[in-house]
């Protein structure tokens, strides 16, 4: 089959694959050009693979091997964060790390993390074990710690989401529930097919997470593969203030970082991730046995964690590399296919300054960039209810009484809220999709009271039956029939 002779398709610049938060990255980083650039995603929304649930924090880098692409991208990224944040309005605070030696022959490790991190740019300082105490009352016996400053916490949802916004705002096509199960070369065109349709692109950047191997392995045998690395943690409620202020690591070893406990921008507190292998790319159960070692795991480093007050247990996928590094090339046959895989942690720090490089460096050497004259770098700026002065709260709800109508009682979620992620460029089209933007169902009743009042909301937004209504992806429906008429 001749795809040229036989296809009338718009023609792209370039496809992503992918819409996580890299592909969302390189997807706003196209489109300050004048590109015709078009994202394929395989889910119902984005950021719905690894960037869905991670540890959401902004390392410092010190901790990456020297030299690495790991170490490059994520000390370029973390200073883009404070920039990042204002223009895409996404929850963000460099509140610090401290990776902790619990032990007094560790202090040696400290040491040598100290020394990597000198050679990768990045400002810490050994603090002894009364330094952290003062700092965190709840680390009372330590031997020490480095203490890196410019680590931060971030909302992921909304940093992926956000950044995907501003790139369709600027003109980038989204294709959501378009999943690639096919890719071909002819006459200088890449063809792309998902199960809904086929796109046509000069160049193609697989940004695909989990799959970005079986992806590459679509048009090129390559020499790396990719295996999920399971990660799961405790969510710990926010009524319990100050029980840690900075991100708590304990010292790396070869499955990563380690058990960590950190608040979140929401003053939440994650417990976690552990780190297994597993086979399964979609798999993200949890298990009592993993989350009690996590658990056991956690106690070493901080006292008294109150896991009385967890309100839900989570896990997710990093893409661990086989070549234990970023992937961030083009394809060995393919100059015009470019690989970006294997993003996993310090991925999220690291997606800004990885998909400035994908465009500026590779995409850059393959076709001419030309700056968007009306390219801007701002999203429209999303209301907060719960975070604003009274006073500016009392003139919203006079200006819009949608203000006024609580929909998730236990964050304080308002009917404007949710109407106003309805009307952007990227709405949510699921319950789980509304919960990433706005936290309606973080609480602590876990959507128990404000899940309905939102599949009611969505149905009439898209003009269907609740019935169609899906928690997450396509088919995930929350209802199955109706079983009671109501007059």
């Known amino acids: 089959m001749s795809y040229n002779k036989n296809m009338n398709k718009d023609i792209y610049d370039v496809i992503v694959v992918g819409a996580g938060i890299t592909g969302s990255f390189i997807a706003r980083e196209l489109s300050k050009y004048t590109l015709k650039v078009c994202v394929l995603e395989k889910a119902n929304d984005v950021g719905n693979g690894a960037t869905n649930a991670n540890s959401a924090i902004i390392h410092s880098g010190y901790d990456p091997i020297p030299g690495t692409n790991k170490a490059k991208f994520n000390v370029l990224g973390n200073k883009m964060f404070d920039q990042i944040a204002d223009e895409l309005d996404v929850s963000f605070r460099r509140i610090g790390s401290l990776t902790v030696a619990n032990f007094p022959e560790q202090v040696s490790m400290l040491e040598e993390l100290a020394k990597r991190s ?11 074990g009364e330094e952290v105490a003062k700092m ?4 009372p016996n330590s031997y020490g710690a480095l203490y890196a400053p410019t680590a931060g916490i971030i909302n992921p949802f909304n940093l992926c989401i956000h950044a995907m916004e501003n790139a369709v705002d600027n003109g980038v096509k989204l294709c959501l529930s378009n999943k690639v199960i096919s890719i071909k070369y002819e006459d200088e065109l890449f063809y792309v097919t998902t199960d809904k349709d086929t796109y046509v692109s000069k160049i193609v950047i697989n940004a695909a997470g989990n799959y970005a191997d079986q992806i590459a392995n679509m048009i ?4 790396w593969s990719i295996t999920p690395r399971k990660g799961e943690y405790y969510v710990l409620d926010h009524k319990v203030k100050n029980f840690v202020n900075h991100v708590i690591f304990p010292l790396p070893s070869e499955k990563g970082k380690g058990v960590l406990v950190t608040k979140t921008t929401s003053d939440n507190y994650l417990v976690g991730p552990s780190s297994e292998v597993i086979n399964d790319k979609d798999d993200v159960s949890t298990d009592k046995m993993t989350l009690d070692n996590v658990k056991s795991q956690a106690n070493l480093l901080v006292k008294g964690i109150p896991y009385n007050t967890c309100i839900r247990t989570f896990s997710g996928l990093r893409p661990s590399c086989s070549r234990h590094d970023f992937v961030i090339e083009k394809d060995s046959k393919f100059d015009h296919f470019i690989n970006v895989g294997g993003i996993e942690s310090p991925g999220l720090v690291s997606a800004p300054a990885i998909a400035k490089y994908v465009v500026e460096e590779l995409v850059s050497s393959i076709s001419l960039l030309i700056n968007k004259k009306d390219y801007n770098s701002r999203v429209r700026r999303y209301p907060h209810i719960k975070e604003v002065k009274p006073e500016i709260r009392d003139k919203m709800i006079k200006d819009n009484p949608d203000f006024g109508e609580m929909i998730c009682d236990c964050e304080q979620i308002s009917l404007g809220e949710i109407n106003d992620i309805l009307s952007r460029s990227v709405p949510p089209r699921s319950v789980k999709g509304v ?8 609480g602590r009743c876990q959507g128990g009271f404000c899940s309905p ?7 009439k937004h898209y003009g269907i039956s609740p019935l169609e209504v899906p928690l997450d992806d396509e088919g ?8 009671k008429v109501v007059d």
């Open 220 to 223: 090129n045998k390559v020499d």
């Open 435 to 442: 919960k990433r933007r706005v936290r309606a169902g973080f």
């Open 476 to 483: 995930s429906n929350v209802l199955l029939e109706k079983v």
């Open 136 to 139: 965190e009352p709840n680390i």
């Open 118 to 128: 000198k050679e990768n740019g990045v400002e810490v300082k050994i603090l002894s």
């Open 453 to 459: 009042k939102v599949v009611l909301l969505l149905a």
